[in-house]
């Protein structure tokens, strides 16, 4: 059977779901825009809802196993300033090749190449036995809650393998670094400034504690390999921000190891007031050999250290994502590859990355064996005038409709 969707409708998809602006909400929109355009074709969905504009959509071609779960995240990270883009960022814009908007490579094109992929493989009768589960989800930019709540309500139990569509043309990912937000509130006593012993600043425990962790992952990483999310292959991407004299070692230390970032210190109100409140707050990317758990424990004991010598420093941990780790020796990452390469003419890396996606919620409690595979059309990401290649978008939607039918012919069980 030929093909549903010519390639202007591939892309007047894309371009409808960029209209949608859901910027860290309003997923909702796009979760039924994607309901009607599979009901088209004879697909039942069902929106999986958080809250009253954010869901998940999951639907399902169903015939037994092995199942093979496809997904991607349907928000997208604010525009920020307007006036630096040459384009709308809500109204896909086609120049020389390229189509630009927000979300045109994270991860827009990746979802819509998905899911026509997914029509494709119905309408065409692609798949002779095993089911394909599309999971859209909402709000994996801030706190990844759509694939959390996916992951608790049992979505991924029956799955056997899973693709992610996330923008990483040139390389096929199989492991990524988790992530932490970890707030530290410092609670004094207010008093005025001439008078400080009548009161307890509570600034001076905080800036102990920031130096104290500020050393212990100093010597951690110097003295602790880690290396099971070996990200090497990302130094080239850091050569242009760094410069000649950059100790080599130290990037590469980064690029697969623990890393701890005090990224904000809040303290004080007034300048002739003792402070009674200050507060810090670190993202962290964990790694398996030193993980969500020990990072947890490091703290604990700085601030039980501070909160001995009197003060009151309270935790507040609002984002905890463990890191993915899969081998990547698996038939899916084989077959990724070789289909890939040939599809799309050039040759493509095979690796983990430092950043964090659904995949760590959507991969809890599966082992280091599991086939997972995130792959998907565009480069860039978070930056004005985003784009992706309107043929490689096309590309991959062509990739996608013989990679998953033909992994899952393989793979019955
Ligand atoms: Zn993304």
Redesign the pocket.
């Known amino acids: 059977m030929t093909a549903v969707f010519s390639n202007e409708e591939k892309v007047q998809i894309l371009a409808d779901i960029v209209k949608i602006k859901s910027v860290n909400d309003n997923e909702i929109q796009v979760a039924n825009y994607l309901k009607d355009l599979f009901a088209q074709h004879g697909i039942e969905s069902e929106i999986d809802s958080i809250s009253p504009h954010r869901a998940n959509l999951i639907a399902k071609i169903d015939n037994g196993h092995p199942v093979m779960g496809i997904s991607g995240?349907m928000d997208v990270v604010s525009e920020g300033d307007i006036d630096k883009w040459d384009y709308p960022p809500f109204e896909l814009t086609e120049e020389n090749g390229k189509l630009y908007g927000r979300g045109a490579a994270?991860?827009k094109s990746g979802l819509a190449a998905l899911a026509i992929a997914f029509i494709e493989i119905h309408e065409q009768h692609l798949l002779k036995e095993g089911s394909i589960q599309f999971m859209a989800t909402t709000g994996?930019?801030m706190e990844q809650l759509g694939s959390k709540q996916l992951y608790e309500k049992g979505y991924m139990d029956d799955v056997d393998a899973l693709l992610i569509a996330?923008?990483t043309e040139n390389n096929l990912i199989y492991a990524n670094k988790g992530s932490m937000d970890y707030r530290v509130i410092s609670t004094g006593k207010a008093a005025h400034s001439s008078m400080p012993i009548a009161g307890q600043n509570a600034i001076k425990p905080l800036i102990n504690f920031v130096q104290n962790i500020d050393n212990a992952y100093e010597e951690i990483i110097q003295t602790q390999s880690m290396n099971q999310i070996d990200c090497s292959k990302f130094e080239n991407r850091l050569a242009s921000v760094l410069g000649d004299n950059t100790d080599m070692s130290k990037v590469r230390n980064m690029l697969s190891g623990l890393v701890i970032t005090n990224t904000i210190f809040n303290g004080g109100a007034q300048v002739n007031s003792v402070p009674d409140k200050a507060t810090a707050e670190f993202n962290i990317r964990t790694v398996p050999e030193y993980n969500n758990e020990k990072v947890k424990q490091l703290f604990q004991h700085y601030l039980d250290k501070e909160n001995e010598q009197g003060a009151h420093l309270e935790a507040d941990i609002y984002l905890d994502l463990e890191p993915a780790l899969t081998t990547g020796k698996n038939n899916l990452v084989e077959l990724g590859h070789q289909l890939g390469e040939t599809m799309f003419h050039k040759s493509l890396g095979v690796t983990p990355m430092p950043g964090v996606?659904d995949a760590s919620n959507l991969l809890r409690g599966k082992d280091e064996s599991f086939p997972f595979l995130t792959f998907g059309p565009g480069a860039t990401?978070h930056q004005v005038n985003e784009y992706v290649n309107k043929d490689t978008y096309l590309q991959f939607v062509d990739y996608f409709t013989q990679l998953i039918p033909t992994y899952i012919n393989e793979n019955k069980r």
């Open positions: 995240h994270d991860m994996e930019e996330e923008p996606t990401a």
